[in-house]
T-cell receptor
């Protein structure tokens, strides 16, 4: 079956520009997560959506980062006024029900962002 | 100090060897422990999942959790070149923190034919 998909696969942008990254979760999954993977830093939690509840934004590194999830499905992560330190792989994951901690999170292939 | 520490390697072993990967952590609230495998330019995929302390075996893979020492391990027996990947440990707490996985840095493993 279809897994988590992300687009674009790669994005090169200039410092100061805004970028939008898209995530399509697995159909029927109510929970959606965004992580950032930087070189030598491992995966860092950014934001979590559960159904129609207010998202947990506690991992967003600055107010330049925002995310939304429309209709409980597709999500967009927006980075405004990009900086070189934003260069990383942005990974999206979804799970059947995020309210139960043991639910497996399924990851997409990621979007590789390079800010010049 | 990071909540989860993992030696990034790289680790290189011959085919057929037993591989031992491990992580230490500082947050005693962690209850769920996972190992993810990540191939180059792919997303992580769940390999093993353990709740609380104990051992879990799945084929050539064994996961161990020692909560008293805040130490988890992944053993790979009869390692194969296809096992070459980055292995990430991840863990989460119960309750409100259950959804946020905290990852180690990842260990890059190469199995040489």
């Amino acid at each position: 079956g279809a897994g988590v998909s992300q687009s674009p696969s790669n994005k090169v942008t200039e410092k100061g520009k805004d970028v939008e990254l898209r995530c399509d979760p697995i159909s029927g999954h109510t929970a959606l997560y965004w992580y950032r993977q930087s070189l030598g830093q491992g995966l860092e939690f950014l934001i979590y959506f559960q159904g129609n509840s207010a998202p947990d934004k506690s991992g967003l590194p600055s107010d330049r980062f925002s995310a939304e999830r429309t209709g409980g499905s597709v999500s967009t992560l927006t980075i405004q006024r990009t900086q070189q330190e934003d260069s990383a792989v942005y990974l999206c994951a979804s799970s059947l029900d995020g309210l139960r901690g043991r639910e497996t999170q399924y990851f997409g292939p990621g979007t590789r962002l390079l800010v010049l | 100090q990071k909540e989860v520490e993992q030696d990034p390697g790289p680790l290189s072993v011959p085919e057929g060897a037993i591989v031992s990967l491990n992580c230490t952590y500082s947050n005693s609230a962690f209850q769920y422990f996972m190992w993810y495998r990540q191939y180059s330019r792919k997303g992580p995929e769940l390999l093993m999942y353990t709740y609380s302390s104990g051992n879990k075996e799945d084929g050539r893979f064994t996961a161990q959790v020692d909560k008293s020492s805040k130490y988890i391990s992944l053993f790979i027996r009869d390692s194969q070149p296809s096992d070459s990947a980055t292995y990430l440990c991840a863990m989460s707490a119960d309750g409100q923190g259950a959804q946020k996985l905290v990852f180690g840095q990842g260990t890059r493993l190469t199995i040489n034919p």
